[in-house]
T-cell receptor, first 112, second 110 residues
């Protein structure tokens, strides 16, 4: 069963605009963590942001914020003031006590 | 600086051969992971280890094995390589939440 769902295969955003990348998850565990990773065309996986299931406040890291809605089981990534260097694949992931699950990714293209 | 490395970075092998991909980390992390990345599937967990002598199967473990004899290394072995195992392989390590990824190994099985 799909544990992490990213429904947007590709997204476009104008430079300097904000963009939201969607992620929904499925787990019966009470304790879990949610992550976003960036994979540029060079191939490396870059950690962006983390949200714990018990964290009451949404995580923020610079221009990245995670919109965590526990009841809806969603963990959307918001990138503010998009830059050309933000063009990349973005993966949502979930860590449960058992395993680590990744979504299929969203390709983001920032348009000048 | 601490790091995680993978070798080789590129490998071409023939069907049926045994192949071992190396992963070495200097973070001194207890947890290590192997993933494969394929178009349309994202990253899928192959095997993971929470410490020396500990290994566990992930989502797509068939045809792969790992062993953990020390903290720094988690080699991934393809017992008899198949064309379906052509992929990009990522190793990662962590102490808990955040995972640090290696640069990846592109494996082609012909």
């Amino acid at each position: 069963a799909q544990k992490i769902t990213q429904t947007q295969p590709g997204m476009f955003v104008q430079e300097k605009e904000a963009v939201t990348l969607d992620c929904t998850y499925d787990t019966s565990d009470q304790s879990y963590g949610l992550f976003w990773y960036k994979q540029p065309s060079s191939g490396e996986m870059i950690f962006l942001i983390y949200q714990g299931s018990y964290d009451e406040q949404n995580a923020t890291e610079g221009r990245y914020s995670l919109n965590f809605q526990k009841a809806r089981k969603s963990a959307n990534l918001v990138i503010s003031a998009s830059q050309l260097g933000d063009s990349a694949m973005y993966f949502c992931a979930m860590l449960t006590p058992i395993q680590f699950y990744f979504g299929t990714g969203t390709s983001l293209t920032v348009i000048p | 600086d601490a790091e995680i490395t993978q070798s080789p970075r590129h490998k071409i092998t023939e069907t049926g051969r045994q192949v071992t991909l190396a992963c070495h980390q200097t973070w001194n992390h207890n947890n290590m992971f192997w993933y494969r990345q394929d178009l349309g599937h994202g990253l899928r967990l192959i095997h993971y280890s929470y410490g020396v002598q500990d290994t566990n199967k992930g989502e797509v473990s068939d045809g792969y094995s790992v062993s953990r004899s020390n903290t720094e290394d988690l080699p991934l072995t393809l017992e008899s390589a198949a064309s379906s195992q052509t992929s990009v392989y990522f190793c990662a390590s962590s102490t808990g939440a955040e995972q640090y990824f290696g640069p990846g190994t592109r494996l082609t099985v012909t």
